[in-house]
């Protein structure tokens, strides 16, 4: 499993149950903006996701645009389609989950059997079953409303393939500044892990520093 974890300063916690840490980094804001490839491809892979029952309708919403803005970086190579946002455990979901190799999104707490041990003055606040995999958790208690987007948009960068690179979203620290958007670094990974062309998915760039250039440069090079 990959823990995100929260804490004052942004020294990397241990591991965790011999697991990677994930997510925290103090990055300035930025304003940054998507790079545009162009119209969608159609013949791209999808992804269903069943959420649990038990988020309230704020952090829906927050999910959702984190899909939302993954499905932009995708450009139609992979499109992630929510199914369910009453999921309760139920066999037969499932059973249709696993055969048709979609995502669970679930919510639990700090007093879940599974949660992450307290340690070091940090604590985990979410975390992926495996880079590649199809669990993801929010531990909602530790949770403020406004980093449901920035964690969950993470979370679904490990999911889609992408280990902790980069200094920004795939960072293993968590900040509000940092989670805002999918970077170049972020996804080359997920282009390599699923085979699909850099030169045709989509990224966030700093548009106050102009680095719009050299990253367009590498985003030409197909993986």
């Given amino acids: 499993m990959i823990w995100i974890i929260f804490g004052i ?23 940054f903006q998507y790079t545009e490839r ?3 491809y159609n013949g791209g ?12 309708s704020a952090d829906l919403i927050e999910i959702e645009n984190a899909i939302g ?23 037969g979901k499932i059973q249709e989950q696993i055969r048709r190799n979609g995502w669970l999104f679930m919510k639990i707490d700090s007093k879940t059997s ?4 307290v340690s070091g003055g940090y604590y985990s606040i ?40 980069g200094d920004r979203l795939m960072s293993p ?12 670094a972020t996804i080359s990974a997920v282009a390599q892990w699923q085979g699909l062309p850099m030169n045709r998915l989509n990224y966030c ?15 030409e090079v197909s993986r």
């Avoid at 942004?10 to 997510?23: H, K, R, Y």
């Fill in 9 to 31: 300063s942004v020294i990397v916690l241990s591991l965790i149950l011999a697991l990677p840490s994930c997510i925290i980094f103090g990055a300035r804001e930025g304003s």
């Fill in 69 to 91: 803005r993954w499905n932009y970086a995708m450009n139609g190579y992979i499109h992630l389609r929510v199914v369910d946002t009453h999921f309760d455990m139920e066999i």
């Fill in 45 to 56: 892979r999808e992804i269903p996701i069943w959420i649990d029952g038990g988020f309230g």
């Fill in 114 to 117: 599974y949660t992450p041990i």
């Fill in 38 to 40: 162009g119209e969608a």
């Fill in 173 to 184: 620290h968590f900040s509000m500044a940092g989670n805002q958007c999918i970077d170049l």
């Fill in 126 to 165: 979410g975390f992926a079953d495996k880079v590649g995999g199809n669990h993801l958790y929010l531990i909602r208690d530790r949770l403020k409303n406004e980093e449901v987007f920035g964690v969950t948009l993470h979370e679904i960068g490990h999911l889609l393939g992408s280990g902790h690179v």
């Fill in 205 to 219: 760039y700093d548009a106050a520093i102009g680095d719009i250039k050299q990253m367009g440069e590498d985003a």
